[in-house]
């Protein structure tokens, strides 16, 4: 008989299953922080945001970029971090907002280019995991996300802390107050408990030799964290593309075995998805979908979400079944998805 500590996998599974527990947390102790965070940054009018991260909270950050632009109206760009801490660049940052995601906060260039920015004239916040990082030092504001210590190397519940956290952020520099988000603790619980689908749908994976995911709007974060998650865990190359750019050339590479994963948002962005969908159908391609129940039915296979949530709070729930399906194409291909070769928890890049 196994030893249950030994199980592959077994520390991913516990935190993935901890999610809705998580984003309770963020909503009842969480929220009122990070609005109080959210109006003192919005008393100081900043004229635009930059965004700056690396690997998962990359992909949380991109999301935020959506939620600037389409609910702020305020332009928003991820950073190049070694265009400061390599090239020493000196942009002049006055009344720009500039929002440092990382699980850690321990990163010396996440915190090399923060300093830099404030020493610039930015207004700084980190969104971090741990309070006591040396990124949180160096920022004149954070939000803890709240997630509790992770010990698994891929990220899970740190990443979708991170994007209810910077909704939250958002509505509050909008000053909403950031009650679509309640019910989404007991719709995540009711994805994850959804795992048989997804171990069905993992050995669809088992022997594929590469992956194409795709999305568009709120849902290509989801996409690019997809491939991450995939290709970190199963080391099967999984490459995430927006639709729109998919249909520019790559497509092209598409045949009629090619796995292809999309996530179609139910709005706006699942709509500008529709003309991929036809095309992908088109090529024959062994076509998944995880998003609208519609889709799903219409492709080869997928994982049906709820309907009714707006469409910028999508991406907490579309990342849940795609996290599912690493850690179960991992188990079946004879891998530990705790443990991937050659990485480790806190990524020091320079």
């Known amino acids: 008989m196994s030893d249950p500590q030994t199980v592959p996998g077994r520390i991913m599974a516990a935190e993935m299953a901890e999610q809705p527990a998580v984003l309770q947390r963020i909503l009842d102790e969480g929220a009122p922080k990070i609005r109080e965070v959210a109006a003192q940054i919005a008393a100081r009018g900043p004229r635009f945001v930059l965004l700056t991260a690396r690997g998962t909270s990359d992909n949380a950050a991109l999301y935020a970029k959506y939620l600037i632009e389409i609910l702020l109206g305020k332009p928003a760009?991820?950073?190049?971090?070694?265009?400061?801490?390599?090239?020493?660049?000196?942009?002049?940052?006055?009344?720009?907002?500039?929002?440092?995601?990382?699980?850690?906060?321990?990163?010396?260039?996440?915190?090399?280019?923060?300093?830099?920015?404030?020493?610039?004239?930015?207004?700084?916040?980190?969104?971090t995991n741990n309070a006591a990082s040396p990124l949180a030092e160096v920022s004149e504001f954070h939000i803890d996300v709240l997630a509790g210590a992770e010990k698994a190397l891929p990220a899970t519940k740190t990443y979708t802390a991170e994007l209810l956290a910077l909704y939250l952020l958002v509505e509050g520099l909008r000053g909403g107050d950031g009650s679509a988000a309640e019910g989404l603790p007991g719709l995540a619980a009711g994805v994850l408990a959804r795992k048989a689908e997804v171990k069905a749908l993992a050995e669809r994976y088992r022997f594929a030799q590469r992956l194409v995911i795709t999305s568009r709007g709120y849902g290509y974060p989801t996409a690019r964290e997809a491939a991450l998650k995939l290709m970190e865990t199963t080391y099967i190359p999984a490459t995430p593309f927006s639709g729109a750019d998919l249909l520019h050339g790559p497509l092209a590479m598409v045949d009629n075995v090619s796995p292809v994963i999309a996530i179609v948002p139910d709005g706006k962005g699942g709509e500008a998805l529709q003309p991929v969908l036809d095309r992908l159908r088109g090529r024959g391609a062994d076509l998944v979908v995880v998003g609208q129940q519609a889709q799903v039915e219409a492709a080869s296979a997928g994982f049906a979400l709820p309907a009714g949530v707006p469409e910028e709070l999508q991406p907490i729930l579309e990342i849940l079944p795609l996290q599912l399906l690493a850690h179960e194409v991992t188990i079946a291909r004879g891998q530990d998805p705790d443990a991937p070769r050659a990485l480790a928890k806190v990524t020091e890049t320079r």
């Open 77 to 127: 760009g991820l950073t190049s971090m070694s265009t400061t801490t390599a090239y020493g660049a000196k942009p002049d940052l006055t009344d720009v907002l500039v929002v440092t995601v990382s699980q850690s906060g321990g990163s010396p260039d996440l915190v090399a280019s923060t300093k830099a920015a404030r020493e610039a004239g930015a207004v700084t916040l980190a969104v």
